[in-house]
């Protein structure tokens, strides 16, 4: 009798199971259906090609240009940036710091800085913006998002350094390398295809954030021929022009929505093509 | 074998992983309330086999067995209700491996399961079964604590205690003592010794002398087929077959 | 020759390791100077009003140069709580399916799926919202349950809110309930219990500091999420006192706002006090979190 009882719990719970897996499949695969249907119509030659005529806002004709540029100047420019401060910095988590102390508090302060959300990191772009007398530009934009995606990029960067069993740092050491030889001739040979992820980590966060470059990149028309210029980013164009009352207005915000998925896609796909995964967390120390 | 009234009675017991043969063609049958090893080189079947018994390899992906196994007359993989013909066997792993619950819990997890006691025959039953597995004197003050602080012999005779709990007339053990101390090792062997005369014990072992001090009989088993099995005196020290006498004397490991 | 040669590489590692030394100071530079920065902006409007009533005042008159700041930190508080309330448990139950009772062929495509709807930016998540869920709400759920409203509501938002931070618990209880042993569960089936008994007494029970440490961190990225929210919860200044009313979170504040920041004296300090009182809520009760998780750790396990 009990044994029925058992049974039915078993049965019972697996059911509910079942449903919610569905459920959120179905969630996740009604969000991406979403996004394509309103977006294939509004996708054109056109709309790819041409910045937007008339200004973003009140102009019927034009495309979303200005915003693909826009954003692939500021990620790339940004992601190369955070690349190059964060490589050294997650060499000297794990070869060049003797103080197992400072490596784990350096990981700890990066542990919050990962934690901070975007529009911290923008409304302090802004602040040192003012402090500067800098002008709402792309400059201004790949700055701050660069400070947004270090600790990102760091984080993956050093988790992959530390599957690194400590054999083949003997190995390497006790044939006469120098820290910075090790580095780059046997650690990095290694680990290679997880720096390629971090990297493109990084350029996919870099690429849909829309808090951080919302007070420093700004919005424009035009596709930014200087780093002095404000640039306007997908993430933007969405927001911005998804609450015109003009329909040719918000196509281009459904037009921005789709390429901007497609592009993420693209960049899940391909670091996941390469071993690592693009939303690798870790909760532990 | 003859001579006995088997316990447990395989018959053509075939298992595959995905495409590997693992254990070919097993026909063997165990005595009860005796102490049967199962040796050979490792990897060559000897925990697939264990656990065959106790219908524990289908929680893989993957695995396809064909063949029965009798347990007192009744094919097991004819049965379609599984906690009651699990619930017969203990088993013991190569490491131990404490519920993440309180000892006292541990102990009384596997009965609550199947029934309910109340209160007063838990604290009773607690007692009884830690010490049948020799662990009472060592944890009765902290039975409370948490099962993971616990040494490794200790963990083991937790993980016996438990097993013993649920009234299993079967105990399988896998390896037992190849991660514990010298001395918690002797531990258990001291309680095999003790349980056999109402068990039925089948003891997986790499450590031939330990088959020697223990076993009544043996099982020698060589890449997935039982080479030889009979009386521990005969096989370990008079086998008939080439295999057998290489690996007793140690030339094949 | 040799020894030059050995001096050239000695040479190039320390200043290989002189500069990750700097880059790395650099890096924790701007932590610090962020901290300072927002510090040291929130002063003015530090000095015009107690902590306490801006912490729990609700009289929020800029041009007055009165900031109470209660109604966005409940709405925040709200949104998450109902993100939270939502996913975990669907997280809970699916993770576990996937990991215990599905085919490993099926698993095995359906993780990756996942995984890569993780790295979705939240402005998507927010389309979603206005084109999908904001119509659900105000024209199927309000009235069921005898409501009116625009749709731009706590509710929706805690909804978007909640189906972006499921990529994100699932992948960490996936990966935490696989590392579960299979002796346990192989010890624990040996007892006689059933699938289920295993999976819910034992199985879960120790991968429970792993999935209470992700719903922390679902907790707190949930907390900061700025743009998807703003979208669709309505950004209007009151404390919600239904699920249907609309919200104002602290960060749609600072999103919204930080054009007049210049005009209005004090805006701008109020913003910036908010990004201030963000970024401790989100580190400090993090550190609360993990603090209280490694204590209990040691009674679950």
Redesign the interface.
């Known amino acids: 009798m009990r044994t029925l009882w058992r049974r039915f719990k078993g049965w019972f719970f697996r059911q509910l199971m079942r449903v919610a897996m569905v459920s959120i499949m179905a969630v996740l695969l009604f969000i991406v259906i979403t996004i394509v249907i309103r977006g294939v119509s509004s996708l054109s030659l056109d709309m790819i090609t041409q910045t937007p005529k008339g200004g973003y806002y009140f102009g019927r004709e034009g495309g979303i240009l200005n915003a693909i540029a826009g954003s692939f100047y500021l990620a790339a420019g940004a992601s190369l940036l955070a690349f190059v401060l964060s490589l050294p910095v997650a060499f000297y988590l794990n070869v060049y710091s003797r103080s197992k102390r400072n490596v784990r508090s350096v990981r700890s302060a990066l542990d919050v800085m990962w934690g901070v959300p975007s529009i911290i990191f923008g409304a302090f772009g802004f602040l040192v913006m003012m402090a500067l007398g800098m002008k709402v530009s792309l400059l201004a934009g790949i700055i701050t998002v660069t400070l947004l995606i270090t600790p990102i990029m760091v984080r993956a960067m050093d988790e992959v350094m530390r599957t690194v069993p400590r054999d083949l740092y003997e190995a390497g050491f006790s044939l006469g390398a120098t820290r910075w030889e090790f580095s780059v001739r046997v650690l990095l040979r290694k680990v290679y295809p997880g720096i390629i992820t971090a990297f493109l980590l990084g350029f996919g966060r870099a690429i849909g954030d829309a808090a951080s470059v919302m007070f420093t990149a700004g919005f424009t028309d035009h596709i930014p021929n200087s780093l002095l210029e404000p640039a306007a980013t997908l993430p933007l164009a969405i927001f911005y022009q998804l609450s015109s009352p003009i329909p040719e207005v918000r196509e281009r915000a459904y037009a921005a929505a789709i390429v901007l998925t497609v592009i993420i896609l693209i960049i899940s796909l391909a670091s996941r093509l390469l071993g690592g995964r693009l939303s690798k967390h870790s909760t532990t120390d | 074998m003859a001579g006995f009234t088997p316990k447990i009675s395989i018959r053509n017991l075939n298992v595959y992983y995905g495409q590997a043969h693992t254990l070919k063609n097993i026909t063997v049958d165990i005595p009860d309330n005796a102490i049967t090893a199962i040796i050979g080189p490792s990897g060559c079947g000897k925990s697939t086999l264990l656990?065959s018994v106790?219908r524990?390899l289908e929680?893989s992906?993957?695995v396809r067995i064909s063949g029965s196994v009798e347990v007192d007359g009744e094919d097991i993989y004819a049965a379609r209700?599984?906690?009651?013909i699990?619930?017969k066997?203990?088993?013991l792993?190569?490491?131990p491996?404490a519920?993440?619950?309180s000892i006292r819990a541990n102990v009384t997890?596997?009965m609550r399961?199947?029934?309910r006691i109340r209160k007063k025959r838990l604290a009773q039953r607690v007692e009884h079964y830690l010490k049948l597995a020799s662990l009472w004197d060592e944890v009765k003050d902290r039975l409370d604590e948490?099962a993971?602080k616990l040494s490794i012999g200790q963990r083991q005779r937790l993980?016996l205690a438990?097993?013993l709990a649920?009234q299993p007339e079967i105990i399988?053990a896998d390896e037992p003592t190849s991660a514990l101390d010298p001395m918690s090792s002797q531990h258990i062997e001291q309680i095999f010794m003790n349980l056999k005369s109402e068990y039925a014990i089948i003891h997986v072992t790499h450590i031939l002398r330990q088959a020697r001090r223990l076993a009544d009989y043996v099982i020698f088993m060589y890449y997935g087929e039982i080479i030889e099995h009979g009386p521990a005196e005969q096989v370990l020290d008079n086998p008939q077959h080439e295999r057998t006498k290489e690996y007793v004397k140690g030339l094949i490991s | 020759m040799r020894n030059r040669w050995l001096v050239l590489r000695v040479a190039v590692d320390h200043l290989a390791a002189g500069v990750s030394r700097l880059f790395t100071l650099s890096v924790l530079l701007v932590l610090v100077l962020i901290i300072l920065g927002l510090l040291y902006k929130s002063i003015p409007i530090l000095t015009s009003q107690s902590i306490l009533d801006l912490l729990f005042s609700s009289v929020w008159k800029p041009m007055k140069g009165q900031f109470g700041f209660f109604p966005f930190i409940v709405s925040t508080i709200y949104v998450t709580v109902i993100a939270i309330t939502i996913s975990v448990p669907f997280c809970i139950l699916a993770s576990l399916y996937l990991t215990e009772y599905a085919p490993r062929r099926w698993t095995k495509r359906i993780v990756p799926f996942i995984d890569l709807l993780a790295g979705l930016p939240s402005v998507i998540y927010g389309i979603w919202g206005v084109i999908a869920i904001v119509p659900f709400v105000r024209d199927i759920l309000a009235p069921a349950f005898g409501y009116e409203t625009s749709g731009y509501c706590i509710l929706t938002g805690g909804i978007v809110l909640a189906v972006m931070v499921i990529p994100v618990l699932m992948n960490i209880m996936i990966e935490v309930l696989r590392t579960v042993p299979i002796e346990l569960k192989e010890a624990t089936l040996s007892l006689g219990a059933t699938k289920w008994e295993t999976t819910s007494r034992v199985v879960l029970r120790k991968a429970l500091p792993g999935v209470l440490a992700a719903v922390v961190l679902a907790f707190f990225r949930a907390f900061g999420e700025t743009i998807a929210v703003l979208m669709v919860v309505g950004n209007t200044v009151m404390i919600p006192k239904s699920l249907f009313d609309p919200g104002y979170p602290l960060p749609a504040l600072i999103a919204n706002n930080y054009g007049e920041m210049m005009s209005i004296p004090k805006y701008d300090s109020a913003l910036l006090f908010s990004a201030l009182l963000l970024f401790v809520m989100i580190v400090g009760f993090n550190w609360l979190a993990r603090f209280v998780l490694k204590r209990t750790e040691r009674y679950i396990v």
């Not at chain 2, 209700?81 to 009651?84: F, G, I, N």
């Open positions: 656990k106790s524990l929680i992906d993957d209700e599984l906690t009651h699990r619930k066997m203990g088993l792993s190569q490491r491996t519920l993440p619950m997890f596997g399961l199947h029934k948490s993971s993980c438990r097993g649920v399988l």
